[in-house]
């Protein structure tokens, strides 16, 4: 970054939907960064009095904060919202009930202004039920900060699903607004469509070494946990559509053979969320597309079994 040059705004975009419990210590967060040229777009989707005053009057604290108003209408919505609002030239979605390490965007920026990179991608890390901060089991090796291809950027979320999620990248606005990049209103699993959009669209992805820098707070009754169970067919028909979605991205960069693999084990996954016989039978047939192109011998015991219990008959593979 050159000396006498402008430090660029970060736009942060924070979706609400009550949880105060867990909003005050997440605003704190963004509004404690090293990095002060920042605003906090806070859209309130349609939250309860309570929140509505608490809001109010944490935005007369602090001028950095922007708090706008809708309908309750879903995240995806409130992300849009807030897209349209924001002026920084670099975009950050949070969520309102996690936390962001002080220096984040300090040495995101820095590592943009250095690299002259579109994309800046890091990992997370988890709060547990204790609030103590845990780290996942495995993640990139990555041992120092480096500029990636589109192709590594996308292996992330292939390799590591929590790579997905809009909190876990840094991206210029101009990525979205040239490509008329928005998040998938009304549905769930959105994520798995709009986070390899951008990736796809980043003309240089540089990963920020030595994380976690973002803390994902895993409770049971979040926004996805809550409508998964609440209209199961909905979900299936979303899930099939987003991943459905995210393989034509990936089919631009990789083989369809290992884009058949990652899709299999993506169907064995999710199929241990769901029993009825219907899904089950949906299941199977997405999965076994998906052998006949991977090949029955690549798979393990345990893979043919999950299959098999998926099947609605006992299949001639087997």
């Known amino acids: 970054m050159m000396k006498n040059e402008p430090e660029p705004l970060v736009s942060v975009i924070m979706p609400v939907y009550n949880q105060l419990d867990f909003l005050d210590p997440a605003i704190k967060s963004i509004l404690r960064q090293s990095y002060s040229n920042l605003e906090l777009i806070i859209v309130d989707d349609g939250s309860n009095l309570e929140t509505k005053k608490f809001l109010s009057q944490v935005a007369a604290s602090d001028q950095r904060i922007k708090i706008f108003h809708q309908v309750n209408a879903g995240q995806s919505v409130a992300r849009n919202n807030g897209l349209s609002k924001a ?7 949070m969520d309102s009930d996690d936390l962001v390490d002080t220096d984040l965007f300090k040495q995101s920026i820095r590592l943009l202004r250095q690299s002259q990179a579109d994309l800046i991608i890091f990992d997370i890390g988890e709060l547990n039920e204790k609030n103590e901060r845990v780290l996942m089991d495995d993640g990139p090796n990555y041992q120092r ?29 101009d990525i979205y ?14 994520d798995q469509i709009s986070t390899p959009t951008v990736y796809s669209h980043a003309g240089k992805i540089v990963f920020l070494a030595g994380g976690p820098f973002y803390w994902y707070r895993r409770r049971g009754n979040s926004a996805t946990g809550e409508k998964w169970t609440k209209n199961l067919k909905q979900t299936i028909t979303d899930l099939f559509f987003a991943l459905d979605k995210e393989r034509q991205i990936y089919l631009n960069f990789f083989n369809e053979k290992y884009i058949d693999n990652w899709h299999f084990h993506r169907m064995i996954r999710f199929y241990n969320f769901y029993f009825p016989f219907n899904i089950r039978k949906e299941f199977s047939k997405k999965m076994k597309d998906d052998i006949v192109s991977i090949g029955i011998n690549s798979l393990t015991r345990r893979e043919k079994m999950t299959y098999r219990a998926a099947s609605s008959s006992y299949i001639n593979y087997f």
């Open 87 to 93: 002026k920084g030239t670099y975009i950050y979605f």
């Open 145 to 173: 900060s480096k500029l990636i291809s589109t192709e590594e950027a996308l292996s992330l979320i292939i390799r590591y699903s929590r790579f997905v999620a809009p909190f876990n990248y840094f991206a210029r606005k």
């Open 177 to 190: 607004t040239e490509n008329q990049i928005t998040f998938p209103e009304n549905m769930i699993f959105e």
